[in-house]
């Protein structure tokens, strides 16, 4: 992702930010399917609840579900303050 496109609000995690578009472009895969395979990873997750604004989107988010990541290689990307993991408190 270039620089340019993070919003201000997520400068203070562009490192991590950055380094996960990497770490998907290293495996080959899009950034949805590796967000998706990691939280799919996670063995205390049952569901997930995504959102679309097209049929082309679903199609996207379906095909990513195939994926599965395993989580405890992704430990240096992982962000546990909510301000930034719960898009309502986002400041954009």
Known sequence: MPRTS????????KEKIELFS????ELSLSKLELALGYVMGINEI???VV?????EQ???I????QVKVNPM???DV???????????????
């Open 62 to 65: 379906i095909e990513a579900t």
């Open 6 to 13: 993070i919003p201000t609000y997520f400068l203070p995690i």
């Open 22 to 25: 990497k770490s998907a472009q």
């Open 78 to 92: 992982s962000i546990d303050d909510q301000s930034y993991t719960n898009p309502s408190l986002w400041k954009i």
């Open 46 to 48: 049952d569901k997930i």
């Open 51 to 55: 959102g679309v604004n097209t049929i």
């Open 58 to 60: 679903l199609r996207e």
């Open 73 to 75: 290689k992704f430990t």
